[in-house]
């Protein structure tokens, strides 16, 4: 895997990526909200209607932006297609995870996986990117392995959620950095690809009169809601990511899983053991350590985010 194109060396590019990546995971840390108000629908066909009304908003807002070149100019480049066809795979079986996460009632786990993933991100950086890491972010690495093997062997059983939500994310993240593609554009041309996948299989549950769209006003404007919900974060992570070293992507990630926590223990009230007080306290100690060397807006600036 080729590594990136130097990071542009323009303060105020860097700011827009550090703007939107707080306001991707600002989004996403609440998403949990939104999702419940759909957890008695199968998670399947939620995913397919985000997909759906994202191709609708993305396309409202390309025309409306005039994004059409930098699209034009996308599907023109071979490899950046190809990785999108694995960008788009992965980021629809993450939404499917956390989909099913919210809805059975897994959002303590799905918030330690977004905990872990910048950690992942990090691990990431160094390996196929060649982005140095010192020893304290080693150590960092290594709380948050911790963390999660004191999961397993105290519960008895792998945090499978948690694991796959952060791995999904993270290979997502590091591929969208690895080609040319605008997150608008990018956005686009993922929906596009999994599209008509998802139209069919609505289109399927209508004739099996197992279709939810059409019976509720109320549920069919919650699940057209999903387009925007879809697709804003996705397409400011876009630009976020093309802009800032994956690290700091890492360290803003902090935002969406401390959402997440707090829903998932204040206003959905879900078990919080003592076994996840102390795995949480090793991935949050890793996180500490591995954030303490830099604050996020000190790397702000020529090549330093």
């Not at 960092?140 to 939500?165: D, H, K, M, Y």
């Not at 690895?178 to 956005?187: A, F, K, L, R």
């Not at 990630?253 to 401390?258: C, D, E, F, V």
Request: proline fraction near 7%; aromatic fraction near 10%; charged fraction near 10%.
């Amino acid at each position: 895997m080729s590594a990136p194109p130097p990071a542009s060396p323009d303060p105020a590019s860097a700011r827009i990526g550090v703007i939107a990546g707080l306001l991707t995971f600002g989004i996403w840390g609440l998403l949990p909200l939104y999702l419940k108000q759909l957890a008695h629908l199968p998670p399947p066909e939620v995913l397919a209607h985000r997909v759906v009304w994202s191709v609708v908003t993305m396309a409202t807002l390309i025309a409306v932006l005039r994004g059409w070149r930098p699209l034009v100019a996308a599907v023109r480049n071979r490899r950046a297609m190809l990785t999108l066809v694995a960008t788009a795979s992965l980021i629809s079986v993450n939404w499917l995870i956390y989909i099913f996460a919210v809805s059975s009632g897994h959002i303590l786990q799905a918030s330690m996986g977004y905990f872990i993933n910048p950690l992942i991100s990090v691990l990431f950086g160094f390996v196929f990117l060649r982005e140095t890491m010192t020893r304290r972010q080693w150590v960092a690495v290594g709380f948050a392995a911790a963390g999660v093997a004191f999961l397993i062997v105290r519960l008895g059983e792998v945090p499978v959620v948690a694991l796959s939500l952060a791995i999904t994310f993270a290979t997502y993240g590091l591929l969208r950095k690895t080609i040319p593609v605008d997150g608008m554009s990018g956005m686009m041309i993922e929906s596009l690809m999994i599209g008509p996948l998802a139209l069919g299989y609505l289109l399927w549950l209508g004739h099996q009169g197992a279709g939810s769209f059409g019976a509720d006003t109320h549920l069919d404007l919650m699940l057209i809601l999903g387009g925007p919900v879809t697709a804003l974060p996705l397409m400011l992570f876009g630009v976020a990511v093309r802009r800032v070293r994956l690290s700091t992507i890492g360290l803003m990630q902090y935002i969406a899983p401390s959402g997440q926590f707090l829903l998932a223990t204040q206003i959905y009230e879900e078990p919080f053991t003592a076994t996840h007080a102390w795995a949480f306290s090793c991935i949050w100690l890793g996180l500490a350590i591995y954030s303490a060397p830099r604050a996020l807006l000190r790397r702000i600036g020529p090549g330093g985010v």
